[in-house]
């Protein structure tokens, strides 16, 4: 696994991949985000919850795409994924830390969690602080599409743990499995409506 991923990422250092290639492969696709997503993240951080997005992609993609679509940045939002690296022309030179894959992408590779940057090649030295700060955290709300993605909290020291799944595709021969394996289920790229109504719901009794 590890080998075909690094291959993979040798590839694209070969194939002189520029950033401004990135950013012109995002404005000419069609990612979308659910609805909700926008106000999720809103909600979560004027909370001050730490969201961890995590990938085994590249994480200079998903910020391009966070960008172009939501048009800021969230202080709370961490990226968990593959860091490239971009010299001064913008080309991409190597990749930073270690490597991320499907079968690795939970709580050990957080010490590669980086928050949201405004520009390329930006990092703050209080990412390994910020860290500490995450894995303290005793609740956890895990959300994926594949059941895979429940290894993403293996290794937290978590006291209470919510799981949403969304289904997205092959609905009627997955749907069992989905829903013995998650809290709730979500059907058919659903929004995030349920998830903020869920959040928004945890603080209330929180406060009573």
């Not at 993240?41 to 172009?68: C, H, N, T, W, Y």
């Not at 992408?105 to 390994?128: F, S």
């Not at 021969?173 to 349920?194: C, H, I, Q, T």
Request: glycine letters at 6%; hydrophobic letters at 40%.
């Amino acid at each position: 696994m590890e080998e075909w991923w690094s291959k993979t990422h040798d590839l694209l250092i070969e194939g002189g991949l520029t950033y401004d290639a990135i950013k012109k492969s995002v404005e000419n696709s069609s990612i979308a985000f659910r609805e909700g997503v926008v106000e999720l993240f809103e909600f979560l951080e004027k909370k001050e919850i730490p969201v961890l997005i995590f990938s085994a992609g590249l994480a200079d993609v998903i910020e391009e795409v966070l960008r172009q679509n939501l048009h800021r940045t969230f202080k709370n939002v961490k990226i968990v994924s593959n860091r490239m690296v971009f010299d001064d022309d913008g080309r991409l030179v190597s990749f930073k830390g270690k490597l991320i894959h499907v079968l690795n992408k939970n709580e050990h590779a957080l010490d590669m969690a980086a928050p949201l940057h405004d520009q390329l090649g930006v990092d703050t030295d209080e990412e390994v602080d910020e860290n500490v700060y995450v894995k303290q955290r005793t609740n956890v709300l895990l959300m994926g599409d594949h059941l895979g993605d429940l290894r993403m909290s293996d290794g937290l020291n978590y006291e209470t743990r919510i799981s949403i799944g969304f289904l997205n595709d092959n609905v009627e021969k997955s749907l069992e499995s989905y829903r013995k394996a998650f809290d709730l289920v979500y059907l058919n790229d659903a929004p995030m409506w349920g998830a903020v109504e869920l959040v928004s719901r945890l603080f209330s009794t929180e406060a009573t």
